[in-house]
């Protein structure tokens, strides 16, 4: 069981001052190179892993080394919320960062696919904690109210890691040498410093003061759990549409998921205030509600959005680096929402409005990016960039504030990184899924395109042009028309961009009509997004820190009259149920509109 050291706390440090917005803003550059690294992470990587793969001979492992780093940032992202609960939140943070660094520094030295694979998942240990505990800690020190025009910085970094990763990757793939190490090793290795200077910075102004501490067992079995229940379940989900989703190698990771869930859930129950993901906390509602809608959002961003680069570069044909530059209204979007929903939210205490609003632009964004086509405009596309990124930047944050404020003081941490659990897992599930889709679909699309522009005088013209059957770029697709072969294979789409554009219109306009498939299926998903936001209870917001909040319960529970026995039997629970109840009381007399 569960036991809450019964030392007296200090008078003196029974009171919490609040930092000033001058030290807030250098804390928070701290916390914001933490958060920096894994969001530059994802999207430098992504740009630069041919290049990667083409050195390490290993190009068809590619997708593991994506794979590996999933899984364990996945994985850690709640334990690290929940240790830090036990632990404190700037050890666990600074642990955070320098495992990213370590797993960086490893992974800049890889010879191989296979260790580069190992090393990636070094570093996504330590990612799992950089965002979830850099939110946790604002919280921490910033009552809900205030927190959220704090909040809107987090985004900033998501929204310019999202622009600047591909310009960055595009760099280091593209060097030979600098400084006399192989150019896409700087891809990681440039996180080195980074990360050095944000664990100085941390060490150096984050200062948070002691708390009363609450001894909690490890929740051991809930964790292997979760590894048995998630490993499979994103394996599959990266290597189903490879593997085949009915081929024996995903029945398996099916029926081995099942059981880690099954297991999971069992073991949570068992552990009851010591789990690593408490389940009385999904009989707050604001808790429920948020984790479908977390899940929801990430379902239609993270997989929606694979798409939309992919469409750039084979459609549009643009390099990784000039499809970054064309997403900047995208960040600008993002940036402009979260400012917004930040500033009205701090000045009217109302935040449930704008992820309705949020979801509601993103869905609508996904709709009209469904009718792209192979001769849209790029003034087109940036318009509706700045819708999605608009609504996306409305809701992320709102959400993750909603959840904060409705959960127990003591459970903040481990509340506010399942959260991004759960984004995170919809979009694995999102990516997965909406790939396939995409791939399954594109063959058929771009057959059926050649049947259309086969009637047309132009693309007739083109196959009985001499100087079209003497370039060698053609033959596979002469040799398709003659009956003699099938549509070329899009894993190396390189071939398109050397092709007779009269042959290549088909590939174009088939590969667009699969990307519409996949961002109507987003915009449907978002439906349900709105749905969900829509039910979200909103709550007052409390006018105290998380810190503050700790040393008012711990006040109120010293003040009550127990016997000392019963008080180290179950004060730590009776701090849990009496936050519960006071969190259900609320729920009962807030707004539901």
């Not at 750039?312 to 979260?338: C, D, R, Y």
């Not at 013209?461 to 549509?487: E, F, I, K, W, Y």
Request: proline share 6%; aromatic share 8%; with cysteine.
């Amino acid at each position: 069981m569960s036991q809450q050291s019964t030392a007296p706390t200090d008078a003196a440090s029974a009171t919490f001052t609040p930092p000033t917005h001058r030290e807030i803003l250098t804390i928070l550059g701290g916390l914001m190179l933490g958060m920096f690294l894994a969001a530059l992470d994802q999207t430098i990587v992504a740009t630069s892993i041919r290049t990667i793969g083409d050195d390490l001979h290993g190009l068809s492992l590619q997708a593991w080394v994506t794979t590996a780093y999933l899984l364990t940032a996945t994985i850690s992202t709640p334990l690290y919320g929940k240790l830090s609960d036990i632990y404190g939140r700037k050890p666990l943070y600074m642990i955070s960062i320098s495992i990213f660094v370590v797993g960086s520094l490893l992974s800049g030295t890889a010879d191989s696919m296979y260790q580069l694979a190992a090393y990636r998942g070094i570093q996504g240990l330590g990612a799992g904690g950089l965002m979830a505990l850099a939110i946790t800690i604002l919280g921490d020190l910033v009552a809900p109210r205030e927190r959220a025009r704090y909040q809107a910085y987090f985004l900033a970094v998501f929204g310019t890691s999202s622009v600047l990763g591909p310009v960055v990757g595009g760099f280091f793939a593209g060097a030979d040498t600098i400084l006399g190490v192989e150019g896409w090793r700087w891809v990681f290795l440039i996180n080195v410093p980074i990360g050095i200077i944000a664990i100085l910075v941390i060490s150096r102004v984050l200062h948070l003061p002691p708390l009363k501490r609450v001894d909690h067992r490890i929740d051991y079995p809930g964790a292997i759990a979760l590894v048995v229940a998630l490993v499979p379940l994103l394996v599959v989900a990266e290597q189903g549409r490879i593997w085949g989703w009915d081929s024996p190698r995903s029945i398996a990771c099916y029926v081995i998921g099942v059981i880690g869930v099954v297991s999971f859930i069992l073991a949570e129950r068992y552990a009851k205030a010591d789990a690593i993901l408490p389940l009385y906390l999904f009989r707050n509602r604001t808790f429920s509600v948020g984790a479908g809608a977390n899940t929801v959002i990430g379902l239609g961003m993270f997989g929606g959005l694979a798409t939309l680069p992919l469409y750039l570069q084979i459609v549009k044909g643009q390099s990784p680096t000039e499809a970054g530059l064309t997403l900047i209204p995208f960040t600008l979007g993002i940036m402009t929402g979260s400012i917004v929903a930040g500033q009205m939210t701090s000045r009217t205490g109302r935040y449930k409005i704008f992820p309705v609003i949020g979801t509601i632009l993103m869905g609508i964004g996904a709709l009209l990016f469904s009718r792209l086509g192979a001769d849209t405009g790029l003034p087109y596309v940036f318009a509706v960039s700045i819708v999605f990124g608009l609504g996306l930047g409305l809701t992320m944050q709102p959400l993750v504030l909603a959840v904060q404020n409705a959960v127990p003081v003591r459970d903040m941490g481990v509340a506010t990184s399942s959260s991004l659990f759960f984004r995170q897992m919809g979009g694995t599930l999102g990516t997965a899924v909406f790939l396939s889709v995409l791939f399954s679909t594109v063959g058929g699309n771009i057959a059926s395109a050649f049947r259309t522009a086969s009637a047309t005088p132009e693309f007739q013209a083109a196959v009985a042009d001499p100087a079209v059957q003497a370039d060698p770029a053609n033959a596979p697709v002469l040799s398709m028309l003659q009956g003699g072969g099938t549509v070329p294979s899009l894993d190396d789409s390189s071939f398109i961009n050397n092709l007779d554009p009269r042959l290549a219109q088909p590939f174009l306009d088939g590969f667009a009509q699969s990307v519409d498939t996949v961002l109507l299926l987003a915009a449907i998903i978002m439906a349900f997004g709105v749905v969900l936001t829509v039910l979200l209870p909103e709550l007052p917001l409390r006018n105290v820190s998380g810190i503050q909040g700790r040393f008012d319960d711990d006040a109120a529970a010293a003040a009550q009259p127990q016997p000392a026995a019963a008080a180290t039997a179950v004060g730590g629970v009776a701090g849990i149920v009496a936050d519960e109840a006071a969190v259900d009381r609320a729920e009962a007399k807030s707004p539901r509109s």
